[in-house]
């Protein structure tokens, strides 16, 4: 998945578990797991304000893009969209 999570380097930074993040934020330490290592499909606005609010940070230091080169795309100018090669080129 392109969206990587850093909530263990926050934790880290904080020296705080993942139980006690849990609680704070009031969510499950099985639904922070999945948030935390990229298998969440979603996040609401409550749970990553709560999040920044208990970890004192920016939405974009929990949150980052890194791009895949077999899912990175590019419109073929006609509409329709194709993969684009390692490095970024056009086929």
Do not use: H, Y
């Not at 904080?14 to 139980?19: E, F, L, Y």
């Not at 999040?51 to 419109?75: I, K």
């Amino acid at each position: 998945m392109p969206i990587v999570v850093d909530i263990d380097l926050l934790l880290a930074k904080r020296k705080m578990s993942v139980g006690a993040l849990a609680d704070r934020v009031g969510i499950t330490p099985t639904n922070l797991a999945v948030l935390k290592n990229g298998r969440a499909k979603a996040i609401r606005f409550t749970t990553l304000e709560a999040l920044c609010a208990v970890l004192d940070c920016q939405p974009g230091e929990l949150l980052r893009w890194e791009p895949e080169a077999s899912t990175a795309v590019t419109s073929a100018g006609d509409g329709r969209e194709r993969p684009l090669l390692p490095g970024g080129a056009e086929p």
